[in-house]
């Protein structure tokens, strides 16, 4: 019987509807009519073959005697289903271009799918799209209804601010969207990138149509009520529906990244300050020591391309890899992208991680409140936070002791050139940033069970337990 229950904060706004947690297991409820209009579709050959494919999350009904407590806390509910929990939530302002791009493509296939089946998605958001691995997956079950003769797309505006339009800036500017995305939950405004773009970009087809004329129509109609009101009862043709379903899809497809080298996007092939001993030396004190730790869920903290990640994810269930340059991340989701991988890559600068957003400030949670880890990697990350960004040492080690009880960390000493660059352009007021410092502050969080020494380096890497 399930006694822990609570409402999913981030479900709130369909009052057909919602999402729960119970014991550790993740639930969805219908009302009403909604119901019985769901186990219709979960019986369709559409539903169940996106399902099968994972296109589409899993879904299974409990009966209502099985889960009472669940019935009665989701007051009204006429159908309670269960989904497979997801390993990791992570948000749209979290993923690189390429990941963005995979889960609109996830989104319009869907769409698409739903549409040749008599269906239509009424939502069109990236927070409808999760990822196991790097696979997109359509969780918002709820919001695939029967399509009715005449009905519009509603969705389409949607779609374009919170999809379109930030992969479009993106891939026209060269300015990232994850900025853009975490300050605005509800996307990109056509007229707010229209101003954005180069004047020749917007006679493209799709910017012409998707943002120009969006905007502009935005304008007209602003203070006209009863003009909209007249277009929203108009009867759109189905060819017209499938016609711009095929168009997005198409659009989507089409856009890529504008490339630009970042500072880290070539680290693992540039990285001087490791000799191919060094780096064979520390890619298997990792191996050891994370397989030794049995841990299942991995962080690995300034991931980049992912070399240590892939390391991890030999014996981990998970391995979230978080890197603040968007390149990189971007290119660890290409390396893995199509592959059966458990490697799930982020976009987060430590400095300012996503904290908790939305109404109340709980609709989207923060980085360390959403999840916690077995065991953390944190190579070559430690001096970047106390000398770039001015942080203690004794709470860069407090917070990864938050993170997980156990990891592997490396420590770069003043004498290695990383450092000394570091320190090029600012006045050195480190006096603690030393090795004793440093262990002090571990061993009041940690055990440290190993330390040693890379060859040919000078930087060393612990072995840390909980204490």
Aim: glycine share 6%.
């Amino acid at each position: 019987m399930a006694t822990e229950i609570r409402a999913d904060p981030g479900s709130f706004r369909d009052p057909s509807g919602g999402v729960i947690h119970a014991n550790g297991a993740v639930y969805r409820y219908f009302r009403g009519t909604d119901a019985s209009q769901f186990l219709r579709l979960t019986e369709t050959d559409f539903f169940r073959s996106s399902v099968a494919s994972h296109t589409v999350i899993g879904t299974r009904p409990v009966e209502r005697e099985a889960l009472p407590d669940l019935y009665a806390f989701a007051e009204g509910a006429e159908l309670v289903v269960e989904h497979p929990k997801l390993p990791f939530v992570s948000y749209p302002y979290e993923w690189p271009f390429e990941m963005l791009k995979a889960a609109a493509e996830c989104q319009m296939q869907v769409t698409r799918d739903a549409f040749a089946n008599g269906y239509l998605v009424k939502d069109a958001t990236p927070y409808n799209v999760q990822f196991l691995g790097c696979d997109p997956t359509f969780v918002d079950v709820a919001s695939i209804e029967p399509y009715k003769k005449g009905a519009t797309w509603t969705g389409y505006a949607q779609f374009c601010r919170t999809f379109l339009n930030p992969l479009l800036l993106q891939s026209i500017t060269g300015v990232p969207f994850q900025p853009w995305l975490r300050s605005s939950l509800d996307g990109i405004e056509p007229d707010h990138l229209r101003s954005l773009l180069p004047w020749r970009s917007k006679f493209r087809k799709g910017v012409f149509f998707d943002v120009v004329l969006q905007s502009w129509l935005g304008h007209k109609f602003a203070n006209d009520t009863g003009a909209v009101s007249k277009m929203s009862q108009r009867d759109m043709p189905k060819a017209a529906v499938n016609g711009l379903l095929k168009r997005m899809q198409k659009q989507v497809r089409r856009l890529k990244r504008r490339k630009a080298k970042t500072t880290w996007s070539d680290y693992e092939e540039t990285k001087h300050h490791y000799s191919g001993t060094a780096d064979a030396f520390k890619e298997e004190f990792v191996r050891s020591t994370i397989r030794g730790s049995n841990a299942r869920s991995v962080w690995d903290l300034g991931a980049n391309r992912g070399q240590f990640s892939l390391i991890a994810a030999e014996t981990a269930d998970q391995v979230v890899a978080i890197d603040f340059d968007e390149a990189a991340v971007g290119a660890l989701y290409e390396r893995l992208r199509g592959k059966a991988s458990n490697v799930l890559p982020l976009v987060i600068d430590f400095l300012n991680p996503s904290p908790g957003q939305g109404w109340a400030g709980t609709e989207r949670q923060g980085l360390t409140t959403r999840s916690n880890a077995d065991a953390f990697l944190c190579l070559a990350l430690i001096h970047h936070l106390s000398i770039s960004g001015n942080v203690p040492l004794s709470m860069i080690v407090s917070w990864l002791a938050e993170i997980a009880p156990a990891g592997v960390v490396e420590f770069v000493p003043k004498d290695d050139p990383m450092v000394k660059r570091l320190l090029l352009t600012k006045r050195d007021v480190y006096a603690d940033y030393d090795q004793f410092h440093f262990e002090t502050c571990l061993e009041q969080h940690f055990a440290i069970k190993e330390r040693v020494v890379i060859p040919e380096s000078g930087r060393i890497l612990y072995s840390l337990n909980s204490r």
